[in-house]
């Protein structure tokens, strides 16, 4: 699959791009991006907080297609919010990934955590009311300065997207969430859509715990196309116009995984319709304080 998402930056962000969450458990994940990178891959997300970005670093300099061919995106995590931090951190993920430059910086969740918070496992009393619109100020100048082509945000809600967009000097290029049947993101997915900016979909396998591979209607739909349950859902999500961040780290599966197959508009709606819903990634309920991030008929988002 050769499909390109168009930002609002007119920078095109390649559709299937590849997922390093969890990519560095097995040791092989360095081997795993050259791996991808020679059967296509031209898209590789990552983050801070996967704490892996080095090993990817490495295996970037060893890679033997041009910088200018890769799309290569990464997260400012959650204790670098305050705008004097947005900078450094960024200055230390292109030292990590040996880079001059990111195509796209993400702000990762919309919730400040406190500067000494580098993990993920942390309590109500670590979060820090940091507005989200100081942190992405800060992201705006680093795009005037060239290290970052693109700048976006993740884990946002319509009606954090909402109230942010119209303060924006410079819109988010793109929305990553978590997306697959059992998390369709509909309504979000048309906001964004409307509004000009990317959806990427994370977890579009299900995440190893959500089981979207075994769902009986997708199932059958791979049956009748001859393909994996898995190629079914990369496929839905690139003809909604998402771009996905599948992860593997099997040379067959990475390979797979890039070969879309068309989907019939019956098909489709078959996909939309499927009634279950679960999530993989939710701060709530462990940390009620955080009902508003994805459960919108709750709370807003307390402070932009
Ligand atoms: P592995 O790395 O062993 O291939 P997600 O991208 O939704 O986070 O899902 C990743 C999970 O799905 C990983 O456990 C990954 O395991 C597995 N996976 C990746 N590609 C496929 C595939 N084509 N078929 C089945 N499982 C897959």
């Known amino acids: 699959n050769t499909d390109t998402i168009k930002l609002n930056n007119d920078v095109r962000m390649p559709a299937i791009g590849l997922g390093t969450w969890r990519a560095n458990e097995t040791g092989v994940l360095a081997e795993t991006v ?27 300099k060893e890679a033997t297609v041009p910088r200018s061919e890769l799309f290569i995106v990464s997260k400012i995590f959650q204790n670098n919010h305050l705008p004097e931090r947005v900078g450094p951190a960024l200055d230390e993920i292109l030292d990590e990934l040996q880079l001059d430059y990111l195509d796209l910086l993400l702000m990762h969740w919309p919730y400040a955590l406190s500067p000494d918070m580098g993990h993920m496992g942390f309590s109500t009393s670590d979060l820090d009311p940091v507005p989200i619109m100081d942190t992405w100020r800060a992201m705006e100048i680093l795009v005037e300065s060239g290290k970052v ?154 402070v932009i």
């Open 34 to 60: 050259k791996t991808a990178i020679g059967l296509g891959y031209r898209h590789i997300d990552c983050a801070t907080i996967y704490k892996n970005q080095r090993e990817i670093g490495k295996a970037l």
């Open 149 to 302: 082509r693109a700048i976006g945000v993740s884990n946002f809600n319509k009606s954090i997207l909402q109230k942010m967009l119209p303060q924006c000097l410079i819109a988010p290029a793109v929305n990553q969430v978590e997306v697959h049947p059992y998390n369709p993101e509909h309504e979000l997915v048309a906001f964004c859509q409307e509004n000009n900016v990317a959806v990427t979909g994370y977890c579009p396998l299900g995440g190893g715990r959500v089981s979207v591979l075994r769902d009986a209607t997708v199932e059958a739909i791979a049956g009748a196309h001859g393909c994996t349950p898995a190629q079914v859902l990369i496929s839905w999500q690139v003809a909604r116009g998402l771009a996905v961040i599948p992860k593997s780290t099997s040379p067959a599966r990475l390979e797979q995984n890039l070969r879309t197959v068309a989907l019939s508009p019956d098909d489709m709606r078959a996909i939309g319709q499927i009634p279950t819903r679960e999530r993989k990634v939710d701060p709530y309920p462990e940390y009620p304080a955080l009902k508003w991030v994805f459960h919108e008929s709750e709370a807003e988002c307390p």
